[in-house]
């Protein structure tokens, strides 16, 4: 079974830019989380998506979007960069129910530089 | 923010010998869960333990949990060398749906061959 597929793997843009990173779950997880990841504030949750539908959210500003597809694909959008946006960016799929409850596979992340 | 602290922040051991990491977090939580991460890529799930859990192993892991002092450490036994990564607990909130978890800062674990 493939794992979870984050693409691009590395970007670069500048300020003011906008950007749209990809993630692909595993097969048969329906349900697609966001966070990122910065050396000052560690790990933060941006959202959640479960059958196309935004089911958790975090505490980030509006520029933070996202959305999932029928096919469980999910995509997050970050409008007018700022610096402070660079970041890993990682993606997780879970099966959400039964034994694995919440337990979350992880892709190897978008790594956004923002200049 | 971060739902809890990790100590240490650094740990570094030789080859064979055990560490153990700690973890505290602030709000009740259904399952306490720890994940490794290799030099800045993708989480791995380690182990996962529920609120209602004292202990819990998986090959060289040990998990315990103390849900009246909100803390869990884990524990690596006869470490290796590829053992090497971040560690990070993570726990889902009690009333909190499916798909968030609230990280700790991680300790970064080298071990010297």
């Known amino acids: 079974k493939a794992g979870v597929t984050q693409t691009p793997r590395y970007l670069i843009k500048t300020r003011g830019q906008q950007v749209t990173l990809s993630c692909s779950p595993i097969?048969?997880?329906?349900?697609v989380s966001w966070y990122q990841q910065t050396p000052g504030q560690g790990l933060q949750f941006l959202f959640e998506?479960?059958?196309?539908?935004?089911?958790n959210k975090g505490n980030f500003p509006g520029r933070f979007s996202g959305r999932q597809f029928s096919n469980s694909r999910s995509e997050m959008n970050v409008s007018t960069l700022e610096l402070g946006d660079s970041a890993l960016y990682l993606c997780?799929?879970?099966?959400?129910?039964?034994?694995?409850?919440?337990?979350?596979?992880f892709g190897a992340g978008t790594r956004l530089s923002v200049l | 923010s971060q739902q809890g602290e990790e100590d240490p922040q650094a740990l570094s051991i030789q080859e064979g010998e055990n560490a153990t990491m700690n973890c505290s977090y602030k709000?009740?939580?259904?399952?306490l869960q720890w994940y490794r991460q290799n030099s800045g890529r993708g989480l791995v799930h380690l182990i996962l333990?529920?609120?209602?859990?004292r202990e819990k192993h998986s090959g060289r892991l040990r998990v315990t949990l103390d849900t009246s002092k909100k803390s869990s450490s884990l524990l690596i036994t006869a470490s290796r060398a590829a053992d090497t990564a971040s560690y990070f607990c993570?726990?889902?909130?009690?009333?909190?749906?499916?798909?968030?978890?609230?990280f700790g800062q991680g300790t970064i674990l080298t071990v010297h061959p």
């Open positions: 993570a726990t889902d909130g009690e009333g909190t749906s499916y798909g968030k978890l609230t």
């Open positions: 097969s048969g997880h329906r349900s």
């Open positions: 997780a799929s879970s099966f959400r129910g039964g034994e694995a409850k919440n337990i979350q596979y």
């Open positions: 333990i529920r609120s209602n859990e």
């Open positions: 709000t009740s939580i259904n399952n």
């Open positions: 998506y479960f059958s196309e539908t935004q089911r």
